[in-house]
């Protein structure tokens, strides 16, 4: 797997792959009680979180890397899974931390070696 120029594991879940809507829907009574409808597809903005509690840890020096890409405001990336499907994508902020990393066992002056599991949180975009 492939999040830009950073490797990551090719076990981390994605846990959140179902739970996109691919269509926005609208409802809204009139004063005669008629319900109007209003459906769009979603062409991108979908939620792709992908996390490694148990399963895929990273090394610090990956932390070290994606933290950096997470400091540059805007960045448009590319996201490569192992089953050939590729996203344009972005960080996504608005729902906690983007790159969230909690070491496997504490220890106060980790290496870059040290492990760490792993959760980012993405946002697709137009490509």
């Known amino acids: 797997m492939q999040l830009d120029s950073v490797t990551?594991?090719?076990?981390?879940?994605w846990?959140?792959?179902?739970?996109?809507?691919?269509?926005e829907q609208e409802t809204e009574r009139t004063l005669t009680g008629a319900l109007l409808v209003q459906e769009q597809a979603k062409?991108?903005?979908r939620e792709i979180e992908l996390s490694g509690e148990?399963?895929?840890?990273?090394s610090r020096s990956t932390i070290e890397a994606l933290k950096a890409l997470e400091a540059e405001a805007g960045k448009v990336m590319t996201l490569s899974l192992p089953d050939s499907r590729t996203f344009q994508v972005i960080f996504d902020r608005n729902n906690g931390t983007a790159v969230e990393a909690q070491?496997?066992?504490?220890?106060?002056?980790?290496?870059?070696?040290?492990?760490?599991?792993?959760t980012i949180r993405l946002l697709t975009v137009a490509p």
């Open 15 to 23: 846990i959140n792959e179902y739970q996109w809507q691919p269509v």
């Open 103 to 118: 070491q496997i066992l504490p220890y106060a002056y980790p290496d870059d070696d040290y492990l760490y599991s792993l």
């Open 54 to 58: 148990q399963s895929a840890w990273v």
């Open 8 to 13: 990551l594991p090719d076990d981390l879940l």
């Open 43 to 45: 062409r991108y903005g």
